[in-house]
C-alpha cells in the first residue's frame, strides 16, 4: 500500500477519534484565535448563547455550546496563560498576595470578618486555588436531580484535559497513614470518587507542578463558534417587556478595559438565551443590577424593579476552614491538596506543605499561608514556656522560611447560611456577604470533631517524623492562632476549647456557594423564575458544596448543562 495513503488513513483515523472525543475543532492553548481583549469588540454583536463569566463553569459550558452555536464569553479578568504565579504550584499563593487592580484574585472580607478572595481570570477560581479534583458523591448527584450517565461523561470529558493523580511524597504520605493510623477508613487508593474513608484525589496540577485551569476546556471549543472577550465587565442584563408574558433578556451592555461600553445582542430565535456563569458572588449581583432581586433592596439602590425576587442573593454559605500549623523539625515537599480523610462525622480532613504560601500585600490576611517568620511570629501563648522557647532558639534568625505544613478540616455542607447584598450599582466593586459561620450548631459540632482528629493524627506514629516533641497541641493550636486569618476577636479559652478554636480560627477555603438556589431562584433546568431567556449555571445554585472540593463538579456542570441544552434545542426544533 502506498506509504502517503496510510499516512492519510492514519490521520483520518485520528481524527475520527479526537472529534468524538469532542475535540473536532482543536485549538491547543494558550494560541486560542477566538479570545480578545474587550477593547477590539464593536459597539454591537449579536449572538445565539452570551456566558456572562468565563470561570471554572463558562469555559465548560461555553466550549460545548460553541459546537453548533454561536457564542459569547464575556470575562471581567484577563488570561491565566503567562503568569507564573497562576501555572507554578510553588508560586501558589502570590496571585492571592496580589491586590492590583488587574490581579487575578480581588480581595473582599466578608461581613463575618473572615478575609476572602473572589477570581477575576479566564478559568476563574481553577486559576487561584489548591487544585484538588474529586467528584461529587453519588447522594449528591441523585439529591440534584441529574442523569447519572451523563454526569459520570460529563467528568470524563473534563478530566481528559485537566485532571491527574499527585505524586505522593513524604508529607502527605504521612498524613494518609496517620488518618489511617487514628481510624478513617477504610484506605480508598487513588480516586476521584468520594468515598467515606481516606484516599487521595486528583490535582490539576500535572506531574512537572503546572496547573490546568477551566480555561484549558477552551480547546474543546469550535473556533468558528465562540468569540471570548477578556476584561469586560458586564453592568446589566437586558430586558423586553413590551408584548411578553414574562420579561425576556435579550442583550447585555459591557464595558471594557478603557471603561467604553458596548452591547451584545441575541440573535432572534425563541431558544437564544443568556446565561450567567459569575459566580456566587458575581450571579446574584447581575440579576441584582438588572432589576431582579428583592425588591425593597433594589428601591434602595435606585435600581428599577422588574421581578421582585426576594431569594436572590439568599442561602450564602461558604465552608469554614480551620487548620493547625505543625513546623517541622525535616525539610517537607512543597505540595497543596492531595489527600483526604472524608470522615463520617461530616468533617474532611486534608493537607499542605512547604514555603509556597504568601500573604496579601496590604490586608495582612491568609497569613497562616505566610511563610515569613520574622514578621508574623508573635505568638499568643506565654514564650517562657520551654517548649516555645525550645522552637524559637531552633527556628535561627537567619532561617527566615519555615519548615512544616497544615493539617486542615473542612466542615461537610456547611447547614449555616447567610446572604448577600448591593454595597452600590458599580459592577466592579464586590457586593456585601454574610456567611454565619458556626451559627447552626451541628456545623460547629462536626468541626469540633474534625480538630479532635487532626490532634490524633499529629500524635500518631505514622507523622512523628514531622514533629517536635516538646511542642504540645495547646501549643500548636497557640501558635495557629497568630496567623491574621480574620478579624474576629482571640479567647483565652481556645486550647481548652476545640469549638472556640473552630470560632476564633475560622477562614474561608474559597468554597462559598448559593444565592440563586435551584427551587428558589432557578428551576431544575436552571431557567431563572419569573424571566424567559435567562438561565444560572455555576456555584450560585448549589443547596451544599459537592464533594470535598467543588471545582471538578462545577466544571462537571458546565458540560452536563451544555450537552442538555444542545440536545433539547434539537428535540424541539425536530418535533416542530
Keep these: 500500500m502506498d506509504l502517503s495513503w ?6 483520518l483515523v485520528v481524527a475520527i477519534l479526537l472529534c468524538l472525543q469532542g475535540f473536532c475543532y482543536s485549538e491547543q492553548a494558550p494560541n486560542y484565535s477566538f479570545v480578545h481583549d474587550s477593547t477590539s469588540a464593536p459597539n454591537i454583536s449579536y449572538y445565539d448563547y452570551i456566558i456572562i463569566g468565563g470561570g471554572t463553569a463558562g469555559c465548560p459550558l461555553a ?9 459569547l464569553l464575556i470575562e471581567r479578568g484577563g488570561s491565566p496563560y503567562g503568569n507564573p504565579n497562576i501555572t507554578n504550584l510553588a508560586n501558589f499563593g502570590a496571585s492571592l498576595s496580589d491586590n492590583t487592580p488587574t490581579s487575578p484574585a480581588q480581595p473582599f472580607i466578608s461581613e463575618d470578618g473572615v478575609y476572602n478572595s473572589r477570581a477575576r481570570v479566564l478559568g476563574g477560581g481553577s486559576c487561584l486555588n489548591a487544585g484538588f479534583y474529586t467528584r461529587a458523591s453519588v ?8 442523569d447519572g450517565n451523563l454526569v459520570n461523561q460529563s467528568y470524563q470529558w473534563v478530566e481528559k484535559l485537566v485532571a491527574f493523580e499527585p505524586p505522593m511524597r513524604q508529607w502527605q504520605s504521612a498524613v494518609r497513614d496517620g488518618l489511617l493510623e487514628v481510624g478513617v477508613t477504610p484506605y480508598n487508593g487513588f480516586t476521584y470518587d468520594h468515598i ?32 471570548v472577550l477578556l476584561n469586560a465587565t458586564v453592568h446589566q442584563i437586558l430586558f423586553r417587556t413590551k408584548g411578553k408574558a414574562k420579561p425576556t433578556a435579550h442583550g447585555v451592555i459591557f464595558s471594557d478595559s478603557l471603561g467604553i461600553k458596548h452591547r451584545a445582542q441575541l440573535n432572534k430565535g425563541s431558544k437564544n438565551e443568556i446565561i450567567l456563569s459569575a459566580g456566587a458572588l458575581g450571579s446574584p449581583q447581575l440579576l441584582m443590577l438588572s432589576g431582579v432581586g428583592p425588591a425593597e433592596h433594589l428601591r434602595s439602590h435606585n435600581i428599577t424593579v422588574l421581578v421582585d425576587q426576594p431569594m436572590v442573593g439568599q442561602g450564602m454559605s461558604d465552608n469554614p476552614m480551620n487548620a493547625i ?5 525535616l525539610d517537607v515537599e512543597v505540595s497543596l491538596i492531595q489527600v483526604v480523610g472524608i470522615t463520617p462525622v461530616g468533617s474532611y480532613i486534608e493537607a499542605a506543605s512547604g514555603a509556597n504560601f504568601g500573604s496579601p500585600a ?11 517568620t520574622g514578621e508574623l511570629f508573635t505568638v499568643r501563648s506565654d514564650q517562657s514556656n520551654p517548649g ?4 524559637f532558639e531552633a527556628m535561627k534568625p537567619a532561617d527566615r522560611v519555615f519548615r512544616g505544613g497544615f493539617i486542615l478540616e473542612k466542615v461537610l455542607g456547611p447547614s449555616s447560611t447567610g446572604h448577600l447584598e448591593l454595597r452600590n450599582k458599580n459592577p466592579h466593586d464586590n457586593p456585601s456577604v454574610r456567611f454565619n459561620y458556626f451559627q447552626d450548631p451541628e456545623d460547629l459540632r462536626r468541626c469540633a470533631e474534625g480538630i479532635r482528629i487532626i490532634s490524633r493524627v499529629i500524635a500518631s506514629r505514622a507523622f512523628s517524623k514531622f514533629t517536635y516533641p516538646y511542642l504540645s497541641f495547646p501549643a500548636l493550636v497557640n501558635m495557629t492562632l497568630s496567623f491574621p486569618v480574620n478579624m474576629l476577636p482571640k479567647h483565652n479559652n481556645v486550647t481548652s476549647s476545640h469549638e472556640q478554636f473552630c470560632r476564633d480560627s475560622v477562614m474561608t477555603i474559597w468554597h462559598y456557594h448559593g444565592g440563586n438556589q435551584v427551587g428558589k431562584v432557578v428551576d431544575n433546568d436552571y431557567k431563572v423564575l419569573g424571566v424567559d431567556a435567562l438561565r444560572v449555571i455555576d456555584g450560585s445554585t448549589f443547596q451544599y458544596s459537592p464533594g470535598t472540593n467543588p471545582q471538578a463538579t462545577v466544571m462537571m456542570l458546565g458540560r452536563y448543562m451544555g450537552v442538555k441544552i444542545a440536545n433539547d434545542r434539537v428535540k424541539s426544533d425536530g418535533s416542530s
Design 6 to 11: 496510510c499516512r492519510f488513513v492514519g490521520a
Design 63 to 71: 466550549a460545548t455550546l460553541s459546537q453548533n452555536y454561536s457564542v
Design 139 to 146: 447522594d449528591y448527584v441523585n439529591n440534584a436531580g441529574w
Design 196 to 227: 467515606i474513608g481516606t484516599k487521595v484525589g486528583g490535582t490539576i496540577f500535572d506531574r512537572d507542578g503546572h496547573r490546568h485551569t477551566a480555561a484549558d476546556l477552551l480547546e474543546y471549543a469550535n473556533p468558528k463558534g465562540l468569540t
Design 325 to 329: 500549623y505543625i513546623p517541622s523539625p
Design 362 to 372: 496590604g490586608m495582612q490576611s491568609f497569613g497562616m499561608f505566610e511563610p515569613q
Design 388 to 391: 516555645m522557647a525550645k522552637f
